[in-house]
């Protein structure tokens, strides 16, 4: 077993040899790189944290913009609703006041119609009268023989007239 | 390289060979040459910081090989920071390079490079390298263990709620079991990975003796052996790094006992 039996020969070649590099090897790549590699990774992840944490930023600032310009889109809404209902109930005031002006005309012209109807009708039925009393004088002129009163034919035609 | 008469000696790959003329290198009286263990840790350094510094582009967004260097970076880290907590941090500069050296040595070890005729070495497979490591590591949480509490540290030898009459017995044994960490620590990763390359070897040998011996023996013997190969080989993948894993938690472990106590 050459471990045991050249032991006596080498183990200061071995011991020297190997503090020799694996010093070397620790202070030029332990120490000198290692850390600069570790650096970088930990610049990276510094890095991606940061811009982890400046999305969220922005993604809460936009989510303050959107609920401000909610209320904003809100408020204005609300005050477009008022206005529309405002313009909705003027219009209905101002065509209900129209209505009834001209409900108001038709009906002055209704009732000044109709007045001329009565007039027409109570002129008609004087005149009906009259014919019909002076028809009537004439009757008994010519069958009786006998000039009669006019007040008093006239009365009985009326009379005759108001009971059919 | 393999013994006379076409045998294959399974642990001659663990022999360690001076390089390049170095047999004679001194060090205050140390013999220090530099050997093939030597360059196979030289190479998965340099390796280690070849794939580190593809990684260092430092691009926000990562090409695939800055992903593969940050996701073991971004491994590390988690480990420590499940096992260790917030503390763990100062310590990924360590846990880093020693598990990804345990792990390209692992890798490295296992290269098919005898296919064009180079020699592969595993220095993990020696105790001498595994309990270099395991060592540092220890030394680290002994030193961070007194450092951050003082001879509080102590108080982790005695779980809460040992009964008084208790204390000096299960003192012992915890003072125990925490001094064999770093056997356990280094012995772990030498054993794993010397029993694959060994089996390899063995099985290795199989296929070649039964091979030059007859075609029937070859069908009985070697030929499953051979099928049995990759599968090891695939296992011993596996193992490269789940022992690399193994050795970097365990590390957490006990860099977690000395600093947060329990």
């Known amino acids: 077993m050459p471990q045991i039996a050249q032991l006596g020969e080498f183990y200061a070649s071995q011991i020297f040899w190997l503090v020799v590099f694996f010093g070397l090897a620790f202070f030029i790549v332990g120490r000198g790189m290692v850390p600069k590699v570790m650096d970088t990774v930990a610049h990276r992840d510094k890095q991606i944290s940061d811009d982890f944490a400046a999305a969220e930023q922005a993604r809460r600032e936009a989510d303050v913009q959107e609920e401000a310009w909610r209320q904003r889109e809100n408020a204005r809404r609300a005050e477009a609703q008022s206005l529309i209902a405002d313009a909705r109930a003027k219009a209905t005031l101002a065509s209900e006041k129209r209505l009834g002006e001209a409900q108001r005309v038709i009906d002055g012209k209704l009732g000044e119609a109709e007045a001329r109807i009565a007039q027409a009708l109570a002129s008609a039925s004087a005149e009906i009268e009259n014919v019909a009393t002076d028809a009537a004088r004439d009757v008994i002129a010519r069958v009786a023989g006998i000039t009669v009163d006019d007040g008093a034919v006239r009365s009985a035609v009326k009379e005759k007239l108001a009971h059919g | ?262």
């Open chain 2, 1 to 262: 390289m393999a013994a006379e008469a076409g045998k294959v000696d399974p642990m001659h790959q663990f022999t360690i060979e001076p390089l390049f003329g170095t047999e004679g290198w001194q060090l205050a009286g140390y013999h220090i040459p530099f050997t093939n263990s030597s360059l196979w840790m030289a190479l998965a350094s340099l390796l280690m910081l070849v794939f580190v510094a593809g990684g260092m582009k430092r691009q926000l967004v990562p090409g695939r090989w800055q992903m593969a260097v940050e996701s073991f970076t971004g491994f590390i880290d988690g480990l420590l920071a499940a096992n260790v907590g917030p503390a763990g941090k100062k310590y990924v500069p360590y846990m880093f390079t020693l598990f990804m050296f345990i792990l390209f040595a692992n890798f490295l070890g296992l290269l098919p490079l005898g296919v064009i005729g180079l020699h592969a070495f595993t220095f993990t497979s020696h105790f001498s390298a595994t309990g270099v490591l395991a060592v540092v590591t220890f030394a680290i949480v002994i030193i961070v263990g007194f450092a951050k509490h003082g001879f509080h540290f102590f108080s982790l030898f005695v779980p809460h709620g040992t009964p008084v009459v208790m204390i000096p017995l299960i003192f012992c044994v915890e003072l125990i079991s925490f001094l064999v960490r770093p056997f356990s620590l280094g012995l772990r990763l030498f054993v794993a990975m010397m029993a694959g390359h060994v089996l390899l070897e063995v099985l290795s040998s199989f296929v070649i003796s039964t091979g030059n011996a007859n075609i029937g023996l070859f069908a009985i013997a070697g030929l499953p052996s051979f099928i049995l190969m990759v599968g090891i080989c695939a296992l011993e993948l596996l193992v490269a790094g789940i022992q690399a894993y193994v050795f970097a938690l365990l590390t957490c472990v006990y860099l977690n006992d000395a600093e947060n106590l329990h």
